[in-house]
């Protein structure tokens, strides 16, 4: 067993990259307690079922156009791809709609970039469901600490932490499947560094950049992790280097290094992932509940005339601001990224899903009333990245308030989903995705962590259903 104490002192001797590979490298599936191994399996389970979900999807369908022909497995489709091409289309599927796993702490989407990487090399490699389990628990661990290495600063400095920081868990998971020495793990994370990209320019139009990030990232760690198994050598001090990733991704703050390394091996930080309840942002979501929940006292929207939310200032800029184009989003897909659309839904309609996020949703004139009324001032008691919460407070034609507050996100720590309804959300994606027989395909994808690589095969599309 593999363990670093969070009081030892660093090894000015070891880079960050060393230590980390070293603890990889010893990792073994005793380590792994029940909660990290039951977190791995439901992970399958959803990202699964969000790739058959946006299968029939026009992004996934330019991915699928553009991809090369192999043998490993796109998911929920009949044409097989090159590893590489396989985890690009399975990470951008999974993380299209916006509606894969996040985490309280610092908000990375873990699953799309990980399952996607480790499926591709398992397949490939023919590798058995203990290495599967164990490079999920890993670059998903690795991927949850970096997020609270550099809270905030990564998308302070433009860019998207997910496809970044994703780069490098993505290289760091594919090489302990594979059982890479500390030396190979360590290079692989140097060479991910120089493939780590995605910036957040599509919150000005909608555009659909975003939704590549988790699969770029997953075959940029496969590559990455290939490379360094063949030899070839990234620099050591990657991480914390004069001009390493932290300066170049986080430039405005002191990575915490504690974050990153304490305790590792014993306190696994991954097992606070948190599975969506909504397709859409993630600090969206608690704004979404609190809206639905005046609905459901009995709050009829028309009688409101202003709506006041209180937030933080770590989001503002990606989640309510331009305000005009916030009000009245552009796209379906910049819907997602919208506090005033996601209030405007809880208020009128009750709930978020993944019809509630089309072209026509967006013209809806009910819903662009609500979403009109919305605005926000920042609270700088708001727990943001510790925690996601929410605050809507309505106005009333007659002068009187009507107030709503979440102190957390639904699906997290504090209000989790359980594996029932991680598997409901399953057949609900796989329907939406024209999956003939969702259950079937459920019971296919519990073979994963049983069967290893040989199960894998079978989340290709069903005979009869459209690919």
């Not at 948190?274 to 942002?281: A, E, I, L, R, S």
């Not at 379906?332 to 089309?358: C, E, M, Q």
């Given at each position: ?27 073994s599936v005793p380590d792994l307690p029940e909660a990290v191994r ?274 933080s200032d770590g989001y503002v800029h990606r989640l309510w601001e ?41 013209r809806d004139p009910d819903l662009l009333r609500v979403a009109s ?95």
């Open positions: 067993m593999s363990t670093l104490a969070h009081a030892a002192p660093i090894d000015e001797a070891r880079s960050l990259s060393q230590l980390i590979a070293e603890w990889g490298a010893t990792l039951e977190k791995a399996d439901l992970l399958l389970v959803d990202v699964t079922g969000l790739c058959l979900a946006a299968r029939q999807s026009d992004y996934v369908g330019a991915i699928l156009r553009s991809s090369e022909p192999g043998h490993s497995t796109a998911i929920g489709h009949a044409q097989r791809l090159t590893a590489a091409d396989a985890a690009l289309l399975n990470g951008t599927a999974a993380h299209g709609e916006d509606f894969d796993d996040t985490f309280e702490g610092g908000p990375v989407h873990s699953g799309a970039v990980i399952v996607p990487a480790v499926l591709a090399v398992a397949e490939r490699d023919g590798l058995s469901p203990e290495r599967i389990l164990l490079g999920i628990a890993a670059g998903t661990e690795l991927l949850c600490r970096l997020g609270l290495a550099a809270p905030k600063a990564i998308h302070r400095a433009g860019f998207h932490p997910t496809a970044v920081l994703g780069a490098l868990a993505s290289a760091f998971a594919v090489g302990v499947a594979l059982r890479q020495d500390a030396a190979a793990l360590a290079r692989g994370l140097g060479i991910a560094g120089s493939t780590a990209s995605g910036i957040i320019e599509y919150l000005g139009d909608g555009s659909w950049t975003k939704r590549m990030h988790a699969g770029w990232a997953a075959q940029s760690g496969l590559r990455a992790a290939g490379m360094a198994g063949a030899g070839f050598v990234g620099p050591r001090r990657v991480l914390e280097g004069e001009h390493g990733f932290f300066h170049a991704f986080a430039p405005s703050i002191e990575p915490l290094v504690g974050e990153l390394l304490g305790d590792l091996g014993t306190r696994w930080v991954s097992e606070r992932i948190t599975f969506k309840p909504y397709p859409c942002g993630t600090m969206v979501q608690p704004y979404i509940d609190c809206a639905a929940r005046l609905r459901a006292e009995g709050q009829d929207w028309r009688d409101v005339r202003a709506i006041r939310c209180r937030t331009p305000l005009a184009l916030k009000r009245r989003p552009p796209t379906d897909y910049a819907a997602k990224f919208s506090v005033p659309f996601g209030v405007a839904l809880g208020l009128v309609r009750g709930h978020a899903d993944l019809p509630d996020f089309t072209p026509e949703a967006i009324l919305v605005s926000y001032e920042i609270d700088p008691a708001d727990p943001y990245p510790a925690r996601f919460t929410g605050h809507v407070e309505l106005e009333l034609s007659d002068g009187s308030l009507r107030e709503m507050r979440q102190d957390h996100m639904r699906g997290g720590a504090d209000a989790p989903l359980s594996r029932a309804d991680v598997e409901r959300k399953f057949l609900r994606n796989a329907a939406y995705g024209g999956i003939a027989e969702p259950d079937r395909m459920l019971d296919r994808v519990r073979r994963l962590l049983v069967d290893g690589a040989p199960a894998i095969a079978a989340l290709r599309a069903d005979q009869g259903s459209a690919a």
